[in-house]
């Protein structure tokens, strides 16, 4: 249902509050409604023949289209670049949905070490029943060399642009080159970013997943998952045969049957998941959860902006503590990834950053439970400050060798800056250390 035919003539703060929505034809409804229906009366028989037929767009049943949530896919789209754009019910959707639309029948799929626990633990579970391998790159930070681990059923090359949980940055414009040398696609997981801090379509992304649960909505209130693609990748047929597969249900007027490629020129992945796994698999974006991310995207860049700026402060205070071993943030001028910030984050690297717990596991965890201000829990980008031991909830699943491959030590403390007081986070912090060290 989202399409890029809404001309950008407004900057990224007008369209994050108004693309994709026409007041006059919902009423006059300043904010977009809620259209809480699970089926659309038809016109005539004629009109109902139509829709079936993707001779005519409109909505049918909100398994596979729905008002609200088509607002929220247009605003995405526009708001990345996008050509076209699907929401889903979850981030996991997301990532499963576009992977599995890209190796379907099997290849392989060469991603990042440095990715979220539960990715990598459905990496390990799922993928390899559906015929799909997974390679870890070797030299996802040495894009010349990436092309020695590609192989011939490689189908697509899978990132993170800031990685969860240690902000780590890839050079994402050279692994695009290298994808696209070898006729595959990039697939970039912008979940920490959010598209007002990197857009990846703009730096060689094919297609663009997120976690719309996190900053994207911001409010820890919702589950919610996004794909968009960006139009521009040709999808070969000698390499993804799927979308050229003809199908009954897509036939033209005169019966003929057509292909994916045929009925969506221009956005042939989000319109086969739409139509497929969508359709089929279920995982459907509630009206209602569509609705609380777009009130969360209205203060997308107010939002992300104070993060950044709060994170930042933390890493700076960390950096000077002597309980804390190293810390992990790009805009620190000692980080590894500070260049890359500086040339592709311009508005700041992220609300994520993480640090290492000098002292026994015992004192760690004192550290986490004497927190007041700090949300101990799982979720990041919310307006809420949180904090977690990252290796022992969200990337528990992992095993040691895993771990050490993603750069995941023990003492690892991950945090999400939120919304508060950075005066405030930093007290919450220090009266912590002390409890934990018995200072």
Same mark, same amino acid.
């Given at each position: 249902?989202? =399409?890029?035919?809404?001309?950008?003539?407004?900057?990224?703060?007008? #369209?994050?509050?108004?693309?994709?929505?026409?007041?006059?034809?919902?009423?006059?409804?300043?904010?977009?409604?809620?259209?809480?229906?699970?089926?659309?009366?038809?016109?005539?028989?004629?009109?109902?023949?139509?829709?079936?037929?993707? #001779?005519?767009?409109?909505?049918?049943?909100?398994?596979?289209? =729905?008002?609200?949530?088509?607002?929220?896919?247009?605003?995405?789209?526009?708001?990345?670049? /996008?050509?076209?754009?699907?929401? !889903?019910?979850?981030?996991?959707?997301?990532?499963?949905?576009?992977?599995?639309?890209? @190796?379907?029948?099997?290849?392989?799929?060469?991603?990042?070490?440095?990715?979220?626990?539960?990715? &990598?633990?459905?990496?390990?579970? !799922?993928?390899?029943?559906?015929? &799909?391998?997974?390679?870890?790159?070797? =030299?996802?930070?040495?894009?010349?060399?990436?092309?020695?681990?590609?192989?011939?059923?490689?189908?697509? &090359?899978?990132?993170?642009?800031?990685?969860?949980?240690?902000?780590?940055?890839?050079?994402?414009?050279?692994?695009?080159?290298?994808?696209?040398?070898?006729?595959?696609?990039?697939?970039?997981?912008?979940?920490?970013?959010?598209?007002?801090?990197?857009?990846?379509?703009?730096?060689?992304?094919?297609?663009?997943?997120?976690?719309?649960?996190?900053?994207?909505?911001?409010?820890?209130?919702?589950?919610?998952?996004? &794909?968009?693609?960006?139009?521009?990748?040709?999808?070969?047929?000698?390499?993804?045969?799927?979308?050229?597969?003809?199908?009954?249900?897509?036939?033209?007027?005169?019966?003929?049957?057509?292909?994916?490629?045929?009925?969506?020129?221009?956005?042939?992945?989000?319109?086969?998941?739409?139509?497929?796994?969508?359709?089929?698999?279920? /995982?459907?974006?509630?009206?209602?959860?569509?609705?609380?991310?777009?009130?969360?995207?209205?203060?997308?860049?107010?939002?992300?902006?104070?993060?950044?700026?709060?994170?930042? @402060?933390?890493?700076?205070?960390?950096?000077?503590?002597?309980?804390?071993?190293?810390?992990?943030?790009?805009?620190?001028?000692?980080?590894?990834?500070?260049?890359?910030?500086?040339?592709?984050?311009?508005?700041?690297?992220?609300?994520?950053?993480?640090?290492?717990?000098?002292?026994?596991? @015992? #004192?760690?965890?004192?550290?986490?439970?004497?927190?007041?201000?700090?949300?101990?829990?799982?979720?990041?980008?919310?307006?809420?400050?949180?904090?977690?031991?990252?290796?022992?909830?969200?990337?528990?699943?992992?095993?040691?060798?895993?771990?050490?491959? /993603?750069?995941?030590?023990?003492?690892?403390?991950?945090?999400?800056?939120?919304?508060?007081?950075?005066?405030?986070?930093?007290?919450? !912090?220090?009266? @912590?250390?002390?409890?934990? !060290?018995?200072?």
């Amino acid at each position: 249902m989202a =399409n890029n035919s809404e001309k950008k003539t407004y900057h990224f703060d007008t #369209q994050r509050l108004r693309a994709g929505y026409e007041p006059k034809d919902h009423n006059y409804a300043v904010s977009v409604p809620i259209y809480q229906t699970a089926a659309y009366d038809f016109r005539d028989v004629k009109h109902a023949k139509a829709l079936f037929g993707l #001779q005519e767009t409109g909505f049918l049943y909100t398994r596979i289209g =729905n008002p609200t949530v088509n607002v929220l896919e247009q605003r995405a789209a526009v708001l990345d670049k /996008a050509a076209g754009a699907i929401a !889903l019910a979850s981030g996991m959707a997301a990532i499963s949905y576009a992977l599995l639309n890209i @190796a379907e029948g099997g290849g392989r799929i060469l991603v990042s070490p440095y990715l979220y626990g539960g990715t &990598i633990d459905s990496f390990k579970k !799922l993928y390899h029943k559906f015929g &799909i391998s997974i390679d870890y790159a070797e =030299n996802i930070e040495n894009p010349e060399k990436l092309a020695d681990e590609i192989k011939p059923d490689t189908k697509a &090359i899978f990132v993170e642009s800031i990685s969860n949980p240690s902000a780590v940055l890839l050079d994402i414009d050279a692994i695009a080159r290298v994808a696209h040398d070898h006729g595959i696609p990039l697939v970039v997981d912008n979940t920490v970013a959010t598209p007002y801090l990197f857009n990846p379509i703009e730096h060689g992304a094919d297609i663009v997943v997120y976690s719309a649960t996190k900053g994207f909505c911001g409010h820890g209130n919702v589950l919610a998952g996004l &794909i968009l693609e960006s139009g521009k990748f040709n999808w070969r047929e000698d390499k993804f045969p799927q979308f050229y597969e003809k199908h009954y249900t897509l036939r033209d007027p005169d019966g003929n049957y057509r292909s994916f490629i045929e009925v969506f020129p221009e956005t042939p992945f989000t319109g086969r998941i739409r139509f497929t796994y969508l359709d089929f698999f279920g /995982a459907v974006l509630s009206p209602f959860d569509a609705y609380l991310v777009l009130i969360g995207l209205e203060t997308l860049s107010e939002r992300v902006s104070k993060q950044v700026q709060n994170a930042k @402060a933390l890493a700076e205070y960390l950096s000077n503590h002597e309980a804390v071993e190293w810390v992990r943030y790009p805009s620190l001028k000692d980080s590894p990834y500070y260049n890359l910030a500086e040339r592709d984050f311009k508005k700041g690297a992220g609300g994520i950053l993480a640090f290492g717990f000098k002292g026994t596991d @015992a #004192q760690r965890e004192t550290f986490l439970n004497s927190l007041e201000l700090f949300h101990y829990h799982v979720n990041i980008g919310d307006a809420r400050s949180l904090i977690v031991n990252s290796p022992q909830t969200t990337h528990s699943m992992l095993e040691p060798k895993e771990k050490e491959k /993603a750069h995941i030590p023990e003492n690892l403390i991950r945090i999400s800056a939120g919304l508060e007081d950075i005066n405030d986070l930093i007290s919450d !912090l220090e009266q @912590a250390f002390k409890q934990a !060290l018995h200072k």
